[in-house]
């Protein structure tokens, strides 16, 4: 795995506005909503976009144990691979993976690309592999790939604009969660494993209920709007949930980038 520079999650937001600005010079006008990452990979960067068997092309069978290959940068050829399963002329509802399985191929390229080049020649570059990051721990470069897609998709006011005037959701247990919820929570068992799975299961099912128009909006998946929405403090759990707010997607948010 190749060891990257440190960045703060400003410092790669601004990254992705550069690019951003970069591509609205280019087209002379407006980055247009949603932002066609993939005229950004291949009419801005110059990059090809290939669909492709990626399990079969790296000879890395599915097994339970390894998450799934969803795309890869070939530094060596310029070239993005996105595997075949998020084809979105062919499965369409994963329209919102392959955007931002683009946009995190690109973010290797804005971010990485110096590091890789000062580290190998060019014709020996090998290919960064990109898994589905599920609920895993990941490292570093796939960390900061991740974020820069979410910004490269969902620019800060472009999301609070469509956000409007409303004020932030909280998600409060009395307001909000289930008599069963209520009732474990007020009990001597609030601070149990069943709780928090409960109570981080309901909140992220309000919370997607929420980010679903706006997911539609973006053409990104209702988890991506959902850890930006929670990222820009749009949607919050309520301060009395203080104990279990550490769920497995709050872990992802607050987790620092630099670990
Ligand atoms: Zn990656």
Not at 161 to 174: L, N, Q
Request: with cysteine.
């Amino acid at each position: 795995m190749i060891q990257v520079p440190s960045l703060t999650l400003p410092q790669v937001e601004q990254r992705a506005n550069v690019l951003l600005g970069e591509y609205a010079d280019t087209i002379g006008s407006n980055v247009p909503s949603p932002v066609p990452v993939t005229d950004i990979a291949t009419n801005e960067l110059g990059l090809t976009l290939e669909f492709m068997d990626l399990h079969a092309y790296f000879k890395r069978p599915k097994s339970g144990a390894s998450s799934e290959i969803l795309g890869a940068m070939e530094f060596s050829n310029n070239r993005i691979l996105i595997d075949h399963s998020l084809d979105p002329s062919l499965f369409p509802h994963r329209l919102g993976r392959f955007r931002y399985s683009v946009a995190h191929e690109i973010g290797h390229w804005r971010l990485h690309r110096g590091k890789v080049l000062q580290s190998q020649k060019k014709s020996k570059q090998p290919p960064i592999i990109c898994r589905d990051p599920g609920r895993q721990k990941m490292p570093t470069i796939e960390r900061q790939a991740e974020y820069f897609a979410s910004f490269l998709l969902l620019p800060g006011d472009r999301v609070s604009d469509a956000w409007g005037s409303k004020p932030p959701f909280v998600f409060d247990v009395f307001g909000h969660g289930s008599p069963e919820l209520r009732s474990l929570w007020m009990s001597t068992r609030a601070d149990s494993i069943l709780t928090r799975s409960l109570f981080a299961s309901e909140c992220e099912k309000r919370f997607e209920e929420i980010a679903a128009p706006l997911a539609w909006k973006f053409e990104v998946s209702k988890q991506a709007m959902c850890i930006r929405l929670e990222g820009m403090g749009l949607i919050r759990r309520s301060a009395a949930g203080s104990k279990i707010l550490s769920t497995s997607r709050g872990d992802f948010l607050h987790s620092p980038m630099n670990s």
